[in-house]
């Protein structure tokens, strides 16, 4: 956390002096993993996120964007459709600790400094770096157990509807995938020392994991009016 503060404290001293319109605030809703355990069904959530929002909006239908997301996951092999994942019965838990940089796209334009109500659907695409638990199926007990953590890329996309509330806040509804690199959110591609020592691999290891999130922000807007002459 107190990582995520120092990165949002600076990206705001670097917009700090510019005639531009800027939105802070926060997000919560829940999580779903999708990989080589439990359910494949990405609804309904089965975790906890929240996190950090901040957005420089550049003009009226695009703004760069900053997130920073807390999220569990976790997979139930009980909780599956396929009767091998039932009798397998593998569960883990996991968590994410993301921060993503990206653009926010409008479908119509969205300006806070015209005094009437503003309504959008938009669409968010970035990259993405997170944490994570690395997890490894012990031999011993056949269970699935931390050994290591470690960071990895991910590209968030999402989708939503934004609306203002007030003349300086702003809800957005949003729905958003991580495809991520790695493969191991669940123990089911263990690497470096225990793939070394146990090799023990499951599921389809040619398959990245995904992680979903599925929840509503409130943000407040700031700054002067910004001239949008030039985009």
Not at 122 to 145: A, D, R
Not at 181 to 207: A, H, W
Request: hydrophobic share 35%.
């Amino acid at each position: 956390m107190k990582y995520f503060a120092v990165v949002f404290i600076a990206v705001l001293s670097i917009f700090k002096s510019n005639a531009q319109t800027y939105e802070l605030g926060g997000l919560i809703g829940g999580s779903k993993y999708i990989g080589d355990v439990g359910s494949t069904q990405v609804f309904p959530p089965t975790d906890i996120a929240f996190g950090g929002i901040f957005k420089w909006n550049r003009s009226p239908r695009h703004s760069f964007r900053l997130n920073a997301l807390i999220a569990g996951i976790s997979g139930d092999d009980s909780n599956a459709k396929e009767s091998r994942r039932i009798e397998r019965g593998y569960d883990f838990k996991n968590t994410i600790t993301e921060l993503s940089l990206g653009l926010e796209y409008t479908f119509w334009d969205f300006d806070l400094h015209t005094g009437k109500p503003q309504n959008t659907p938009y669409l968010f695409l970035g990259v993405g770096y997170f944490g994570h638990k690395s997890l490894y199926l012990n031999p011993t007990s056949n269970e699935i157990e931390q050994y290591d953590s470690e960071w990895k890329m991910a590209i968030p996309m999402a989708v939503g509807y934004k609306f203002t509330l007030a003349t300086k806040a702003v809800m957005g509804i949003e729905f958003g995938a991580r495809y991520t690199f790695t493969d191991n959110l669940d123990g089911s591609n263990p690497t470096g020392r225990l793939e070394d020592d146990f090799g023990l691999k499951f599921g389809n290891v040619n398959n990245r994991d995904w992680y979903f999130y599925t929840g509503v922000y409130l943000t407040f807007a700031f700054g002067r009016e910004p001239c949008y002459c030039n985009f």
